[in-house]
Antibody, heavy 119, light 112 residues
Framework: AVQLVESGGGLVQPKESLKISCAAS????????MYWVRQAPGKGLEWVAR??????????YYADSVKGRFTISRDDSKSMVYLQMDNLKTEDTAMYYC??????????WGQGTLVTVSS | DVVLTQTPPTLLATIGQSVSISCRSS???????????LNWLLQRTGQSPQPLIY???KLESGVPNRFSGSGSGTDFTLKISGVEAEDLGVYYC?????????FGSGTKLEIK
């Protein structure tokens, strides 16, 4: 069965950095483009970052709201995807989910990791 | 970016009632490969989103057949034929025909 386990969230102050991780299993990780999707408290879903596969040169894409501050990366040997978040703002407070994109869309979700940015 | 407009924002239903949620796109979601990448997800309170329907009308494994999806182009509908208590939560449509992918703003289903 597919499993996605996000970790590394916590409470940080504005302008600080945090790196969150996602451990994936149950599918061929190296063949899957991966996303980070977030949900601010009481709000809807927002894609944050996307990383493609090795044949696509691990190309990365970011939502305008995080461009220049967040960096997505992956380690296919460990089936891990990461999100390095720098210069955090209060509006980055959210539950962060990692999920592979398939022909069925976002068919698999983990439990998420909560990032709180507050002074 | 493609804007998905969901209506209504809130839906109040009784058990057994049939309800529909609309998702309208700012541009056609028909891909050049002939597929329409429009999905529906349900997020129950305190839980992660779960997939319900993909490619407009195909049910994910394990999803009850009281759920159905329809539509084409820019106009899509999720129908629940006979709401049950476990159906309460927020429903989102999502498209990935065009990048960046986008989500609708959600429809909250409440049970009377």
């Amino acid at each position: 069965a597919v499993q996605l386990v996000e970790s590394g969230g916590g409470l940080v102050q504005p302008k600080e950095s945090l790196k969150i991780s996602c451990a994936a299993s149950g599918f061929t990780f190296s063949n899957a483009a991966m996303y980070w999707v977030r949900q601010a408290p009481g709000k809807g879903l927002e894609w944050v970052a996307r990383i493609r596969t090795k044949p696509n040169n691990y190309a990365t894409y970011y939502a305008d709201s995080v461009k220049g501050r967040f960096t997505i990366s992956r380690d296919d040997s460990k089936s891990m995807v990461y999100l390095q978040m720098d210069n955090l703002k209060t509006e980055d407070t959210a539950m962060y989910y990692c999920t592979p994109i398939t022909t069925r869309g976002f068919a698999y979700w983990g439990q998420g990791t909560l990032v709180t940015v507050s002074s | 970016d493609v804007v998905l407009t969901q209506t209504p924002p809130t839906l109040l239903a009784t058990i057994g009632q049939s309800v529909s949620i609309s998702c309208r796109s700012s541009q056609s979601l028909l891909h050049s490969n002939g597929n329409t990448y429009l999905n529906w997800l349900l997020q129950r309170t305190g839980q992660s989103p779960q997939p319900l329907i993909y490619l407009v009308s195909k049910l994910e494994s394990g999803v009850p057949n009281r759920f159905s999806g329809s539509g084409s182009g820019t106009d899509f509908t999720l129908k629940i034929s006979g709401v049950e208590a476990e159906d309460l939560g927020v429903y989102y449509c999502m498209q990935f025909t065009h990048y960046p992918l986008t989500f609708g703003s959600g429809t909250k289903l409440e049970i009377k």
